[in-house]
T-cell receptor, first 113, second 112 residues
C-alpha cells in the first residue's frame, strides 16, 4: 500500500513569490493535515481538511491556505513568501476524522532565498 | 510554558541498551498519545498510538501513559544502530480539531 506522497521534494523560491505544495493521502483516508517543521520550532499544525472542507487551522497568517480535491488529495498554498517560511512542510492523512492516527509523508523542503 | 515538553538530547547509548524517552504535558484534556520516529530527511513514522492511561507493547517498543502525572514514556529494548533517529512524542484531545501537539523531539544515537 502506498503511503502519503508529497511533491515536489524540494522547492526554492524568492521572497514575495507564491508556492504550491501537493499531497496525496493513503488510499481510503479522507482527512489530510498540513504541518510546518521549522528549525528550532518543532512541528506546528497548519491545516486540517476533511471531505473537501477546511475543518481547523493553526496559528498561521491567512497567506497560508489550501484546499482538498474530490479525490482527497490536497494543496497547500503559501503567498507572499517570507524568509521565515523556510521549513519542511509535512502532510499527513488519516481515516475519517478527528483522533485517528495520522501517517506522514516525507515532506516538501521549502527554501526561501 | 510549552504544552508538551521533551528533552531534546542528544542521547547516545551502546548497542543492546534499553532506551527510555519521556515527555511531560500540561493539558489534562489530552487523551491520545503517539510516538513517532523521524530519520534524517524523512517524515515522521508512527511507532505507537495509545488512548488514555496504560501500557502498550509492540516488539521491542513499549509505550506507557500516566495521565495522573501527565507523563508518557517510550522504552526501546535491545537497541540497534538502526534505531538512531529523532523520536517525537505527540498528543491530542478529543475536540482539538485533528491537531497534534508535538514535543521538540529527542535525538537518539545507538553506537555499535
Amino acid at each position: 500500500e502506498a503511503g502519503v506522497t508529497q511533491s515536489p521534494t524540494h522547492l526554492i523560491k524568492t521572497r514575495g513569490q507564491q508556492a504550491t505544495l501537493r499531497c496525496s493521502p493513503i488510499s481510503g483516508h479522507t482527512s489530510v493535515y498540513w504541518y510546518q517543521q521549522a528549525l528550532g520550532l518543532g512541528l506546528q499544525f497548519l491545516l486540517w481538511y476533511d471531505e473537501g472542507e477546511e475543518r481547523n487551522r493553526g496559528n498561521f497568517p491567512p497567506r497560508f491556505s489550501g484546499r482538498q480535491f474530490p479525490n482527497y488529495s490536497s494543496e497547500l498554498n503559501v503567498n507572499a513568501l517570507e524568509l521565515e517560511d523556510s521549513a519542511l512542510y509535512l502532510c499527513a492523512s488519516s481515516l475519517v476524522m478527528g483522533n485517528q492516527p495520522q501517517h506522514f509523508g516525507d515532506g516538501t523542503r521549502l527554501s526561501i532565498l | 510554558q510549552k504544552e508538551v515538553e521533551q528533552d531534546p538530547g542528544p542521547l547516545s547509548v551502546p548497542e543492546g541498551a534499553i532506551v527510555s524517552l519521556n515527555c511531560t504535558y500540561s493539558n489534562s484534556a489530552f487523551q491520545y498519545f503517539m510516538w513517532y520516529r523521524q530519520y534524517s530527511r524523512k517524515g515522521p513514522e508512527l511507532l505507537m498510538y495509545t488512548y488514555s492511561s496504560g501500557n502498550k507493547e509492540d516488539g521491542r517498543f513499549t509505550a506507557q501513559v500516566d495521565k495522573s502525572s501527565k507523563y508518557i514514556s517510550l522504552f526501546i529494548r535491545d537497541s540497534q544502530p538502526s534505531d538512531s533517529a529523532t523520536y517525537l512524542c505527540a498528543m491530542s484531545a478529543t475536540h482539538q480539531g485533528g491537531k497534534l501537539i508535538f514535543g521538540q523531539g529527542t535525538e537518539l544515537s545507538v553506537k555499535p
